[in-house]
């Protein structure tokens, strides 16, 4: 066992057995590499990363190479889901000298903790151009004892330049009807008419694109952004990407028509994407998108739950195939011979017309990743039904792929926020008991006396490693949205501390911008700094859309004002590269919007007008519309202060821009005014 025994993180305890002699980050491993006068190897993954795999195995693995690694380097495994701000460092290092990124991530770093020379996966011998990562490691090594001086000049010169790249985060002013109509302009060039999504392969799930659309054709009533919303989760929702099994959704779809997925389940995307579609439903009706965000809300709780109450981070890519090997995709696909071993003759033909298996494959060896291909004609339910049944059972007996079971603070809180409300839309309050038990977990393990946040945990044990402003806004976010589905204020009070902080230790005082790490946190060669939407939204634009809902609950102008200025980078950004600002899109439609403020009050909360009155608030279509109900004279929500009862009925309160409207006791009248 090396360093790595005993940390917390799934991906650094899968490399404690290496013959690498490990370290974990932290400043003993600098001083080591100083006090021996070697250079630092920076190797930087996540549990799931199937890359990350493939070169452990071939590498980190290999004795020789292990002793060569240790005679001339001190080497440093980070969780990039542990530390986003180590990695999104040397990301912006590795994509500046190479042009492109990924994981792994190898970085090699002077004992100053400077960047001199980058790459990502290299291969155990030279193959397509690349060198072997045993040349890398004597080359780098050859010039670290030859030409010292020369490698730290190139490394002082890389962090100048890293410091110098700053952006125009635009003039602190929201981005107005005529920016958003350009963002919207800017998605319809890019989006692909035939498959739905935008651009070509890897195609990913554009989740806060997707919420962006349909919060503009709210405000506006645009057909085409519901349309492209719509046909999107559609053509995502019967292709590959979607488990037409068990639910839930993979990370992305390696083709441009959403067949072959890279198989990696992330706790983010399906709770992004469980919003999306039971924000659609919210939107349209649609059967599809009702069905689709009940079984990936079902998919989080039944496979990502863990003991403690948290939802874990991921579900592998590689399972074992039942020959020993671990192959990707090993326990999701099936050939025409596996159906008909479980199903029968009869039934697997269905079934290999009805999730397009072929006896060519769809993927590899000969297997089909299953599909819902678009077809004419009547399709007998009952039967289908039967067939998934079957199939799902005869799969759960495929070794499963690995669960990375660390609870990542932002992740959690974007899933607290999809299970409160798919519960609430569709009257499922074991979903919402769901989110309220992660949202317990993440108060009692996660947060200290002070509200600072603690980013991750393991096993009911809190990690090691500060929050940063994604875990804040997140998890703010998420209980927010537990507050207006509950009706229990603590949830408010709870995001009202995390967005203090995000006021006091994330943003700049002079510009409104906001930093990834606190401005007391660890000091690295660069305190990192994006607003752009990646796989899950930035920091920077769910800190803004946070800041926006809580002051619309209490009136707080500097949480407004926070919210608007943050909002600038979306002025600047959101016409030139919409699809990347998404989640800045749609906080900027709720500002436009108001956000409109709805207050419920009745004779009790449980009471059958009062939740008739509540539900309709909660399925309102206006864009960022916060939710308070309550007893009246109740003092759990701001937004029910001086809120009586209509003629001894419950009322609805709906206020935007500082101009109310009367109150009605009449859900259908409510409907029409949250109806965008």
Request: proline share 6%.
């Amino acid at each position: 066992m090396n360093r790595l025994a005993g940390v917390t993180s799934p991906y650094l305890l899968q490399h404690a057995d290496n013959p690498v002699d490990w370290w974990p980050w932290g400043p003993e491993a600098f001083e080591e590499a100083k006090r021996r006068g070697v250079p630092v190897l920076l190797s930087v993954g996540y549990s799931a990363c199937h890359w990350c795999h493939v070169m452990a195995h071939e590498s980190f693995e290999d004795q020789e190479t292990a002793e060569y690694l240790n005679a001339h380097y001190v080497s440093v495994k980070v969780d990039r889901e542990e530390r986003p701000d180590v990695d999104a460092v040397y990301m912006e290092a590795v994509q500046a000298a190479t042009g492109q990124g990924g994981w792994p991530m190898t970085v090699f770093l002077t004992p100053d903790a400077e960047p001199f020379y980058f790459g990502t996966y290299f291969p155990p011998a030279p193959r397509q151009g690349m060198p072997s990562f045993r040349q890398v490691l004597q080359g780098v090594h050859q010039a670290w004892d030859e030409r010292r001086d020369e490698v730290t000049e190139v490394a002082e010169k890389i962090v100048r330049d890293l410091a110098g790249r700053e952006i125009s985060y635009g003039d602190a002013q929201t981005p107005g009807a005529e920016e958003l109509a350009q963002a919207l302009l800017g998605l319809t060039r890019e989006y692909d008419p035939q498959r739905g999504g935008f651009g070509g392969a890897p195609k990913f799930p554009p989740s806060m694109v997707l919420e962006f659309l349909l919060r503009h054709h709210a405000r506006t009533g645009a057909e085409g952004a519901l349309q492209m919303a719509r046909d999107t989760c559609e053509r995502m929702a019967r292709g590959g990407m979607y488990d037409q099994l068990g639910g839930g959704f993979a990370r992305y779809s390696v083709d441009r028509d959403w067949v072959v997925p890279h198989f990696e389940k992330m706790l983010y995307d399906n709770a992004l994407l469980c919003r999306v579609y039971a924000h659609l439903w919210r939107s349209t009706g649609s059967e599809l998108a009702r069905r689709v965000a009940l079984e990936t809300a079902d998919f989080m709780v039944r496979e990502l739950r863990t003991n403690e109450g948290g939802f874990a981070s991921a579900l592998d890519a590689d399972s074992d195939d039942g020959t020993g090997r671990h192959v990707e995709g090993a326990y999701y696909v099936w050939t025409p011979e596996q159906l008909r071993e479980v199903l029968g003759e009869q039934d697997a033909e269905l079934a290999a017309e009805h999730f397009g298996v072929t006896e060519e494959g769809t993927f590899e060896e000969g297997a089909s990743v299953l599909q819902l291909p678009l077809r004419d004609g009547f399709v007998d339910a009952g039967r289908v039904a039967s067939i998934r049944e079957r199939l799902l059972a005869a799969r759960s007996g495929r070794p499963a792929p690995g669960r990375d079971d660390k609870v990542v603070a932002a992740w959690n809180g974007l899933a607290i926020a999809a299970l409160a409300e798919t519960g609430a839309y569709f009257d499922r309050p074991d979903l919402v008991e769901a989110a309220v038990a992660a949202a317990d977990l993440l108060v009692r393990l996660h947060l200290d006396e002070q509200a600072r946040l603690t980013r991750t945990s393991k096993d009911g044990h809190a990690g090691a490693n500060a929050g940063v402003l994604e875990d804040y806004a997140d998890v703010a976010e998420g209980f927010l949205a537990l507050a207006s589905v509950t009706g229990e204020g603590v949830w408010l009070e709870f995001a009202g501390f995390l967005l203090d902080h995000v006021l006091a230790r994330f943003t700049d005082p002079e510009s409104g911008s906001l930093y990834d790490t606190a401005a007391d946190a660890e000091q690295l060669i660069r305190r990192p700094q994006d607003p752009t939407d990646n796989a899950a939204p930035s920091g920077w634009t769910a800190a803004a859309n946070a800041l926006l809902s809580y002051a619309a609950h209490t009136g707080s102008e500097p949480h407004r004002t926070a919210a608007e200025r943050a909002l600038g980078v979306v002025k600047a950004l959101g016409p030139r590269v919409p699809r990347f600002i998404g989640w800045g899109l749609a906080a900027a439609e709720a500002v436009l919007d108001g956000p409109r403020e709805v207050a419920v009050v009745g004779p009790a909360l449980d009471d059958e007008g009062t939740r008739a009155l509540h539900r309709t608030a909660l399925l309102g279509t206006a864009p960022g519309a916060v939710v308070a109900a309550g007893a009246a004279g109740s003092d759990e929500f701001p937004l029910l202060a001086d809120r009586p009862l209509v003629g001894g009925e419950p009322a609805a309160y709906v206020c935007r821009n500082f101009t109310c409207d009367a109150p009605t006791t009449e859900p259908d009248r409510l409907r029409t005014v949250l109806s965008g």
